[in-house]
């Protein structure tokens, strides 16, 4: 059964310690019960903070250890409001908000705590969409002198994939890709979507090779420039990503970390009709605690190591 808070006040009344904090997290962690990395035993005794000690081998494992809470300095009640305040703004949080709603002695904390979270809105091994679905391409980035459509330089790339329900856009998958390419994507297409579904494009020659590989591909139109509105579901999404963009994040978003952002958005628009806030507050927990740790180095070492780009 699903245990989540519905409301601020519930969320502090739950987790008015860091014991009922740990306690939450192993719960999730394990829902069958501690099993012990090395060895695999079921049996462990508790000591403090949050570790157990395995009866069988002596291995103390951390509840934190392996997720994105591994060597956290804060505690994991300040975890829990940012993680209960991201997930309940319904367009998203940004660095300054969060480092003024929490306290937050950086906006280097505050950025590096987000980028932890958005990490952990993407689940492990979840399933690719069904169906019949519409992909399409858009551009992220302001107005720039040049070629437009396919080819535009100094924007990045993403496809969109919408998945048709009735008449309503069900779920999403967004990938930023390098380039228009068969091979970019053909594969964020293979990524995203079950084989045997039927996938909607445009003339794209890039997408030929669909059928090929268990697609059945429905060109909706022979032209394969960007703009025309023959793929709703996906314009419609790309529309709110770029208002979402602006309007939350202010389009101060670089193109190194725009995937992060692509993932989040992800994330909020597959639950935009959860009926209790709390819902994607014990979600997010739950993905955080699967997901390895990322250090801020590493965050910041991938930055570097990418090309640099404009913000979008």
Same mark, same amino acid.
């Given at each position: ?121 993407? &689940?492990? !091994? +979840?399933? %690719? *969409?069904?169906? /019949? ?8 980035? =302001? ?24 008449? &309503?856009? !069900? +779920?999403? %998958? *967004?990938?930023? /890709? ?8 053909? =594969? ?15 003339g ?7 059928s090929?590989i ?61 009926r ?24 910041v070492?991938h ?10």
């Open positions: 059964m699903e245990d989540y808070p519905r409301t601020l006040v519930d969320l502090d009344k739950r987790f008015r310690n860091e014991e009922a904090c740990r306690r939450y997290l192993s719960a999730l962690r394990w829902p069958e019960g501690f099993r012990c990395p090395r060895c695999d035993c079921e049996k462990a005794s508790g000591i403090s903070r949050g570790l157990h000690e395995c009866s069988q081998c002596g291995r103390q494992t951390s509840i934190t250890a392996g997720t994105i809470f591994q060597d956290t300095k804060k505690p994991l009640q300040l975890w829990f409001r940012a993680i209960w305040h991201v997930t309940s703004q319904k367009y998203g949080a940004n660095a300054i908000g969060l480092q003024r709603i929490l306290g937050l002695g950086s906006y280097r904390t505050a950025w590096a705590w987000l980028h932890k979270l958005r990490r952990a809105m993407v &689940r492990p !091994g +979840r399933d %690719r *969409l069904s169906g /019949v679905v519409e992909v399409d391409e858009t551009y992220i980035g =302001g107005e720039k002198p040049g070629k437009h459509g396919r080819g535009a330089s100094g924007k990045a790339l993403v496809v969109v994939v919408a998945q048709k329900d009735g008449k &309503r856009i !069900g +779920r999403i %998958r *967004l990938c930023q /890709v390098p380039n228009a390419s068969a091979d970019s994507l053909v =594969g964020a297409v293979e990524k995203s979507v079950q084989p045997g579904a039927t996938v909607r494009t445009d794209w020659t890039s997408y030929n090779g669909l090929r268990g697609y059945v591909h429905e060109v909706v139109r022979k032209e394969a420039e960007i703009g025309d509105n023959l793929l709703p579901l996906c314009h419609q999404v790309a529309g709110l990503l770029k208002r979402w963009l602006l309007g939350t994040h202010q389009g101060a978003i670089s193109a190194e970390h725009l995937a992060y952002y692509l993932d989040e958005y992800t994330f909020r628009f597959n639950r935009r009709t959860s209790h806030r709390g819902k994607l507050f014990y979600r997010l927990i739950q993905q955080a605690v699967a997901v390895g740790p990322v250090p801020l180095k590493a965050m070492r930055a570097r190591g990418r090309k640099s780009a404009p913000n979008m």
